[in-house]
Structure formats: C-alpha cells, structure tokens
C-alpha cells in the first residue's frame, strides 16, 4: 500500500495539512485541510493562537481517517523564532507571543552592553532581527524574571506541537537556530552565551536533527483518532522546509515567498565575515547541517495588511491586476524599515513614508499595490547583489518558491531589475520539503539529491526572463 505522510505548514497566514505519496517516482500532494493563522491580542501582547493552531493541527488529522488515509508519519513545520515556556508540571507559563509583539522594543540595545554585535555574529553567525528569540528571553528576563525562573522547559512553537502529539520534548535543530542561541560551529546550544545572559541553561533541550523520528502519537491521541501514526522531524522551521524543495539549487538563488521574503543560497559552511554582518545575512540551519546563508525581507506581509486595511474588498489576484494598471505611478519605500513590522495603518504608513521621502503619494489601491511589489523587487535586487558580492560569483537564475511565487507581476518584476531568469514554484515548497524529510527518514528516498530530484520532476515550474524594458 502506498505510504502516505502529512506535512504539517503553518506560515504566519495560513496553516495547511498536506498528505503525500511516491507514485511512480513522483512526489503526489493531497490537500487535506487549509485553515488562517493570525496574530490576535491577548492582554498586553500580540499572540498567536496556539490552542486553536493544535484544535486545526487534529481536526485535520480527523479529515485524513474521513479521507481513508492511513498516514504513516506526520511532520508539523511553523514559522521561527516563538517558543513557549512550561513549568515543572509541563503546563504553559505563556502565551505564544509574536515575534511582532513590541516586548523586544530596545532589548537588542541591551544585549549589546553584554557581549557585542560583532562577537555575537561571530559565535551564533545569525541575522540581528529584533524579535530574535535571545531579544524575547532577555525581555522576560528583565520584565518578567520571576515567571523566567519558574521555566524547565523551553519549546519552539513546532517543538510544542510535537509535544502535545507524543510526550516528547525536544528542541530541533533548524528552528532552534533562528533563535541566535546555538553556536554556529558547535551546533549547540551557546552556555556560555546563555550565561552571558544570565538566561538558565537547563529549560534548554538536546537538539535533534531533521529526519529524526520523535515519537508516535500518545495513547488518548490514538484513541481519538483511531489510528497511529510516527511523529517524525522535518526542517521545523518553516523556511528550512521550503529550502530542501528548491528544484534548481546550482548557481540559484532562492526566494521564500510568503508572509516573509526570505532570500539566501544553501552553504556548506557558515559565512560569519564583516561584510555578512553589515548586510545582516543569516546563516539558518539547514538539513544534513548545510547552512542557509539568507536574509529576511518584510514580504507579502505588507500586501497582506493593505488588504486587510480595505476590508478584504479585493483578492491578492485583484490587487496584482489593479497594480498592472498603475502603470505611471513609481514610488520605492525601504520594505525592511521597522515601522513596516506592525504598523497601525500599512497604507497610512505607506503613504507617510512616502510623503517624507518627497515621492509620489499612493491614491488608489492599485497604486498602493504596486509600491509594494515595486519597493519588494528592489529590495530582492540588493540582495541579490550583496550575495553575488559576498560569494565573488554570478548566480544565472533566481527561484521563486511559496505562495507569493502566484503573483507573476511581482516574477516579472524580479526578472525585470535583477536582469536574472526567474523559476517560480512549487507553490507549496514548505509541504514539499517536509514531506521528503519525513520519505528520507522512512528510508523511502535514498538522499537529498534523489529527493530533490524527484521533487523537480513533480512540479511545475514557471519561468520568467527580463524583458527590453522595465514594467511600469
Ligand atoms: N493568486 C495569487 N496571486 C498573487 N499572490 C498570491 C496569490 N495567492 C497567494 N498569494 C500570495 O501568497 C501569500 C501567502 O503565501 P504563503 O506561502 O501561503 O504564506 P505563509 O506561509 O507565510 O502563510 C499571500 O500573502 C499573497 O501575497
Ligand atoms: C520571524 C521569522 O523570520 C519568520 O518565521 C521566517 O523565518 C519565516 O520562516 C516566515 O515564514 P512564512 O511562511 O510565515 O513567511
Ligand atoms: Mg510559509
């Protein structure tokens, strides 16, 4: 009988359940159940959901019996940086705050009066955003010592689901690496670090790598959902998932494209030089401890807040058709200003920059719309020149990879100001790579090459080359 296992993706818009089989050499997708995510205020904090995330997490699991899928393993994949603390009885002492939450506000300041930026990179090799998990901890530390002290255990927000599946506790090791608390060349948690910080050492778990099989489902589960099934790890994090799935990996550079932009190449090694600290590139863990030499970039997150400010009245296919018709209006905003991470008003904030920069204002949604892609396209382009710096080498295509590669204006765009090939797809590029974690722990696939392989011969792949003139 066909294997069947079931990725788990929930990205900071949207969670899904997605069941795949090998069939004839191909990689098949089921989608099983899709369900929003979204940041919601609890108290004073921005948080997300995450008793409702695991209520969505069985009641997809649920959907799979209703299909007659026998899932063999399951494998959940989130977006990085939030955890949760337990107490000694494995109850949560908080909420699962948002890495949008203001809390971290000046907490990178502070931590640089402790041990430097430059030190810091070197050791840990991580790109300096402010809501990096040391930033959330150092808060709590300062803010909320006590209930720090009360902490045994320490869970990243996948860590925690798998706990809820399995009883296991376990920190894995990609997602674990976007919390700027693992040394870069140890691979494990920094201690010396963590006393630097005077945060406890002990919350801490033993880390373990993509394709380790965690667990199986805890006896109340297997009742509940009349089967059982293995718990296996993929790349947690979700971006290192999607980075497994890159069809074209020679002398490509990818672009996760999703809530966020997350632009990089794989690396055998991490690049922790000046020049990769000033650009503020990241060196993620990979699988098979390759490294992903990457950098964050705002995303679709703005276009997914301008939306929101008109009341959903138009789709994300709608907004990209109004920005095609806004053809005289040029105004580049810098996306990866901090006063984008979560703004009262996108558009408002938007326009004010626009306003203080003495460009054109946005007026309609069209033209709001395409500032957005204009002003993400040109911010790709400068990475795309800082990688091609840094590496001393051209890259010949860039891949599109997630949702986001669904916009072909923004492909077009990407193709047009890099002056570069654009491959755009697979769509569910997350899925995908942590579907073939969890066939390369089952030994269904030989090894990343063969995985990679039958993943480009699955999937379509669009592609889009520069044209004469920019799109305007
Ligand atoms: N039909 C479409 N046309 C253009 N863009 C789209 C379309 N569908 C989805 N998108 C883009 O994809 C983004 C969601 O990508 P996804 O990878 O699902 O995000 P995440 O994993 O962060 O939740 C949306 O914010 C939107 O900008
Ligand atoms: C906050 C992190 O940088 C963020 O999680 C990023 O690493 C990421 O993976 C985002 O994934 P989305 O699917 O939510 O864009
Ligand atoms: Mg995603």
């Known amino acids: 009988m066909t294997k069947s296992c079931i990725a788990v993706d929930i990205g900071a818009s949207s969670g899904r359940l997605i069941a795949g089989t090998l069939e004839e050499g191909k990689l098949k997708l089921n989608e099983i ?12 904090n921005f948080c997300w959901e995450a008793d409702r995330l695991f209520e969505e997490i069985k009641t997809g699991i649920h959907k799979c019996r209703e299909m007659g899928i026998q899932p063999e393993s399951i494998g959940i994949d989130t977006w990085a940086v939030d955890f949760l603390l337990l107490d000694e009885e494995d109850k949560p002492l908080t909420e699962a705050v948002s890495y949008r939450d203001p809390r971290t506000d000046g907490m990178m300041e502070e931590v640089f009066d402790l041990i430097s930026k430059e030190r810091l990179y070197l050791e840990t090799g991580i790109q300096f955003q402010k ?69 406890n050492k002990e919350m801490f778990h033993e880390i373990k790598t ?46 996760s494209s999703g809530t966020w932009s997350l632009i990089g190449v794989e690396n055998r090694f991490p690049i922790c030089i000046t020049k990769a600290l000033d650009y503020n590139f990241t060196n993620e863990g990979g699988i098979d401890y390759q490294y992903r030499f ?44 901090d006063r984008f991470l979560k703004p009262e008003n996108m558009i408002r904030e938007i326009e004010n920059y626009c306003v203080e920069t003495g460009q054109p204002v946005p007026a309609t949604p069209g033209e709001v719309a395409k500032c957005v892609f204009d002003s993400l396209a040109s911010s790709y382009k400068e990475a795309v020149d800082q990688i091609e710096e840094i590496f001393e080498q051209n890259f010949d295509r860039i891949n599109v990879i997630g949702g986001g590669c669904q916009n072909e204006m923004l492909n077009q765009l990407i193709a047009n ?4 090939e654009v491959f755009a797809g ?43 003139q920019l799109v305007k």
């Open 33 to 44: 159940y899709r369900f929003e995510n979204k940041i919601v205020k609890k108290g004073e």
């Open 131 to 199: 809501f990096n998990t040391i930033y959330q901890l150092y808060s709590l530390k300062k803010n909320q010592p006590e209930l720090l002290k009360k902490a045994k255990s320490f869970l990243m927000i996948p860590d925690y689901f798998n706990y809820l599946l399995t009883g296991q506790k376990a920190n894995e090791y990609t997602n674990a690496t976007s919390t700027q608390l693992v040394n870069a060349f140890t691979k494990k948690w920094d201690k010396e670090l963590l006393d630097i910080l005077g945060i």
């Open 210 to 255: 993509p394709k380790t099989v965690l667990g199986t489902l805890s006896e109340e589960l297997v009742s509940e959902f009349g089967f059982d099934m293995k718990v296996i790890l993929p790349a947690t994090h979700d971006t290192g998932s999607a980075v497994i799935s890159v069809p074209e990996q020679d002398k490509t550079i990818y672009i």
């Open 294 to 337: 990457l950098k964050n970039i705002m995303g679709l997150w703005m276009i997914q807040e301008v939306k929101r400010n008109y009341n959903d009245a138009y789709s994300f296919s709608k907004l990209v058709e109004l920005a095609r018709e806004a053809t005289g209006f040029n105004a580049i905003v810098n996306v990866n200003d």
């Open 426 to 468: 697979p769509v569910e590029a997350t899925a995908i790579g942590n579907i073939a974690a969890q066939f390369l722990a089952l030994r269904e696939i030989e090894d990343i090459r063969e995985a990679r392989n039958m993943i480009k011969n699955s999937f379509e792949v669009k592609r889009y080359f520069p044209e004469q």
């Open 417 to 420: 100001v890099t002056n570069k």
